[in-house]
């Protein structure tokens, strides 16, 4: 009874401290890489061994596994964005050897339906050999990073961005080594491909010749692609046998994408190309959990990590021949998300799974784009594994994402030569964002 006692006071002390913290995290990071661990929202990550994702979670949990197995699924995420309260101004100059022969002020005419992120099934695999009891090797594919917002042609926000796609695809070997019933550590070298695109519709304004201006649309679009090297690092201690601690470290890997720049306005005979190149760093990550099993039936984790974000400071986009063909701050803060869950053997072969996620937003008030315009998140989840034979196991989740409705505030001023006149556009655009998120998930694990 006093052992149970100091169990849930170990429990009830680490939540506390957990959902106590003021901190903030979020971003373009994904975080489905297991469907059995998000029935109890992640909380367990770096902690509980269920499976072969533990690969991604912390390598060294791979020696705690006594079989060799495969693990395969993934989440389809459904987003759905209210966008309300938009209002959007363009104001227009142009000068002539510094002289103004024309301008133009007015709201931008369009749409803000909201639907902009498409449903997306994030998918991933994981193996794991033990060698022995103590060795083992594994090896995953997975997504760590991605973002994509597919606006409407019409949208009134177009001058700020109408499309933005980042997708990070990983492939990890891994090694994992038990020293004793107490510690394990493991490490993983982690091979990334980067692929990413932006679209922007830029105003320019061309003088009608009566003191006024027409404002016309370029039609900017970049892309690129690069791949780099990480790794990732882990530890796990088990002072007894019913509590695990774990920390996983992943590095940040650093990009520089090369691809290619078109601005097209077949109207005012606008077609220039370009190359183009983007510097980005994906942000180093530390989760730290703790998975405590309360008595045969039930266990409970809890977990923290934090994000380096602040490496994300702007996007900028430079060519050969346009020095600067995008410059948008971003200006990224380090972040933290929090989880606690827990799960039920009900019965010998059916496990049930809850869970609770705080993830805070790296993003900042004056910098939040329409790019990503997301805020504080909570996450709750519900999963259930269900095992008919020893070598199989089928575990499914659902998961429901709300955000904090945000603010996007974002301006522009683009500056365009035209011949022996100078175009400089300023635009606006101001809304309101009420972001959610249904995510469903399917895994299948055999052992061998």
């Given at each position: 009874?006093?052992?149970k006692f100091?169990?849930?006071?170990?429990a009830?002390?680490?939540?506390t401290a957990?959902?106590a913290?003021?901190?903030q995290a979020g971003?373009?990071?994904?975080?489905e890489?297991?469907?059995?661990?998000?029935?109890?929202g992640?909380a367990?990550?770096?902690s509980?061994?269920?499976?072969?994702?533990?690969?991604?979670?912390?390598?060294?949990?791979?020696?705690?596994l006594?079989?060799?197995q495969?693990s395969?699924?993934g989440t389809?995420?459904n987003?759905?964005?209210?966008i309300?309260?938009?209002t959007?101004?363009?104001?227009?100059?142009v000068?002539?050897?510094?002289t103004?022969v024309?301008?133009?002020?007015?709201?931008v005419?369009?749409?803000?339906?909201g639907?902009?992120v498409?449903?997306?099934?994030?998918p991933?695999?994981?193996?794991?050999h033990p060698?022995?009891e103590k060795?083992a090797?594994?090896?995953g594919?997975y997504?760590?990073f991605?973002?994509k917002?597919?606006?409407?042609s019409?949208?009134e926000g177009?001058n700020?961005?109408?499309?933005?796609?980042v997708t990070?695809k990983s492939?990890?070997?891994?090694?994992s080594?038990?020293?004793?019933d107490?510690w394990?550590?493991g490490a993983?070298i982690t091979?990334?491909?980067?692929?990413g695109?932006?679209?922007r519709?830029?105003p320019?304004?061309?003088?009608?010749g009566?003191?006024?201006?027409?404002i016309?649309?370029?039609?900017?679009?970049?892309?690129?692609?690069?791949?780099?090297?990480?790794?990732?690092?882990?530890?796990?201690?088990?002072?007894v046998?019913?509590?695990k601690?774990g920390l996983t470290?992943?590095s940040?890997?650093?990009?520089?994408l090369?691809?290619d720049?078109?601005?097209?306005?077949q109207?005012i005979?606008v077609?220039?190309t370009d190359?183009?190149?983007l510097?980005l760093t994906?942000?180093?990550?530390?989760?730290?959990?703790l998975?405590?099993?309360?008595?045969?039936?039930?266990?409970?984790?809890?977990?923290a990590s934090?994000?380096?974000w602040?490496?994300?400071?702007?996007?900028l986009?430079?060519?050969?021949?346009?020095p600067?063909?995008?410059d948008?701050q971003?200006?990224y803060e380090n972040a933290?998300?929090?989880?606690?869950?827990?799960?039920?053997?009900?019965?010998?072969?059916?496990a049930?799974?809850?869970g609770v996620?705080?993830?805070f937003?790296p993003?900042?008030?004056e910098?939040?784009?329409?790019?990503?315009?997301?805020d504080?998140?909570?996450?709750?989840?519900l999963?259930?594994?269900w095992?008919?034979?020893?070598n199989?196991t089928?575990?499914?989740?659902?998961?429901?994402?709300t955000?904090?409705g945000?603010q996007v505030d974002?301006?522009?001023t683009?500056?365009?030569?035209l011949?022996t006149?100078t175009?400089?556009v300023?635009?606006?655009?101001s809304?309101?964002?009420?972001?959610e998120?249904?995510?469903?998930?399917a895994q299948?694990?055999?052992r061998?």
């Amino acid at each position: 009874m006093h052992n149970k006692f100091n169990k849930l006071t170990l429990a009830v002390a680490v939540a506390t401290a957990a959902f106590a913290s003021q901190a903030q995290a979020g971003g373009y990071q994904i975080n489905e890489q297991s469907v059995s661990g998000q029935g109890y929202g992640h909380a367990g990550r770096s902690s509980n061994v269920e499976d072969a994702t533990i690969v991604f979670g912390n390598p060294a949990g791979m020696s705690f596994l006594d079989r060799a197995q495969i693990s395969v699924g993934g989440t389809y995420l459904n987003v759905n964005s209210d966008i309300s309260n938009e209002t959007s101004q363009q104001d227009a100059i142009v000068t002539q050897g510094g002289t103004p022969v024309g301008g133009a002020s007015s709201s931008v005419s369009g749409t803000n339906d909201g639907d902009m992120v498409p449903g997306t099934l994030i998918p991933y695999a994981f193996y794991v050999h033990p060698v022995n009891e103590k060795l083992a090797f594994g090896f995953g594919v997975y997504a760590p990073f991605g973002s994509k917002t597919d606006y409407e042609s019409t949208f009134e926000g177009r001058n700020q961005g109408n499309y933005t796609e980042v997708t990070v695809k990983s492939a990890q070997p891994t090694v994992s080594y038990r020293f004793n019933d107490q510690w394990s550590v493991g490490a993983g070298i982690t091979y990334n491909q980067v692929e990413g695109e932006l679209h922007r519709q830029v105003p320019v304004a061309i003088p009608d010749g009566v003191g006024g201006a027409d404002i016309s649309e370029i039609d900017s679009r970049v892309d690129g692609d690069d791949e780099a090297w990480g790794y990732n690092l882990g530890v796990i201690y088990q002072p007894v046998p019913e509590t695990k601690l774990g920390l996983t470290y992943r590095s940040a890997v650093d990009y520089n994408l090369t691809g290619d720049f078109r601005a097209v306005a077949q109207d005012i005979g606008v077609d220039v190309t370009d190359d183009a190149s983007l510097d980005l760093t994906t942000p180093e990550t530390v989760n730290f959990s703790l998975t405590q099993q309360m008595s045969d039936r039930l266990k409970l984790m809890f977990g923290a990590s934090w994000v380096r974000w602040s490496q994300f400071e702007e996007i900028l986009v430079t060519g050969n021949d346009i020095p600067e063909i995008t410059d948008e701050q971003q200006n990224y803060e380090n972040a933290w998300a929090f989880a606690t869950g827990g799960e039920y053997q009900l019965t010998p072969t059916l496990a049930l799974r809850a869970g609770v996620t705080l993830d805070f937003t790296p993003t900042q008030d004056e910098t939040r784009s329409v790019r990503i315009p997301s805020d504080d998140r909570r996450i709750f989840s519900l999963g259930a594994g269900w095992s008919p034979t020893d070598n199989l196991t089928v575990d499914v989740a659902y998961s429901y994402l709300t955000e904090r409705g945000t603010q996007v505030d974002q301006m522009k001023t683009d500056t365009r030569n035209l011949g022996t006149a100078t175009s400089q556009v300023t635009s606006s655009y101001s809304a309101d964002y009420k972001n959610e998120a249904h995510g469903f998930g399917a895994q299948l694990t055999y052992r061998f």
